[in-house]
Each structure stands twice: as structure tokens, then as C-alpha cells.
């Protein structure tokens, strides 16, 4: 159902939007957030963007959520053509940041991206980095050991 979010209708999106909270009031969203979270790696602006809302909306769940594997697919969306999709997941990693810590972002771009796209991101990430703690949430280098992954 989720993967129904790319589609370029509105209204399937705005079904699946719905169905999502529903399920959110049954499950609980963070194990929402955990599958949503995984669709932004697929490369479209329609999914990425209303994935990226409904994460923000349940936002609250984050802590409950396996934050660290929102990391990678956050950072792809960094890259993304958009820039109210960027805005979008900036704000986002405003709220992940504190709880996984800067150096788990930083991994994943040393890691996973080519170096001129690693010189791209790294100013990103240090101005989040800077939000996030300006916003009054602490940005740990380390991330916290509660964070497990959580079985869905």
C-alpha cells in the first residue's frame, strides 16, 4: 500500500495518507515510520514528499522508531532535484540528528556517496547539525544506545 504514494494521482495518495493513519491507530506510527521511512530511497518526488509529511505529522513517534535506518534513505533525499523536498527532509533530520547523532549521517555519506557528492552534503549536515542543536536538542556524535532496531 505504501508504495501507492508514488502515484501521480493525488487522491490515491490521499488514500493511501489515510489508510497509513489508520493503521498508525492501530500499530502505533513509529512501525509506520519504519516502512515509510524505507520508501524513500526509491527516487520520486511524489512518494518522497508525502512520506516525508506523514513522518512529520507522527513526528512525536520518532524516539519509538528505528531512526537508524531513516538515516541513509534522509540522506538520499538530501540529493533529491526538489527543493521543498530538501527543505522538507532537512527539517526532518532537524529531529532524527539528536536522537542518532551527527556521526551516524556522517558514516552514511562517507560510505555510500562519491566524493563530490560527499563535499555536497557534509556543509548540509553541519547546518542541521548547527539547527538541531540551536533548536534545543543536543547533537551527540555518538549515537544513543537505546536505538535498536526494532522488530515490525
Known sequence: MIKHLSFKDGAVRAEVVTTMDKWSDAIGPEKIIDKVSQELVVENPESRMEGLKWIEKNKDSIPEADTSSMVKPLVMCLTDKSKDLRDQTE??????????????????????????????????????????????????????????????
Open 91 to 152: 527539517s526532518l533530520c532537524c529531529e532524527i540528528m539528536p536522537i542518532t547523532g551527527f556521526s551516524e549521517f556522517m558514516q552514511v555519506v562517507t560510505k555510500d556517496f562519491k566524493p563530490a557528492l560527499q563535499q555536497t552534503l557534509k556543509p548540509i549536515l553541519e547546518r542541521i547539525k548547527s539547527k538541531s542543536a540551536a533548536g534545543g536538542g543536543a547533537v551527540s556524535s555518538v549515537p544513543k544506545s537505546s536505538d535498536k532496531k526494532k522488530e515490525v
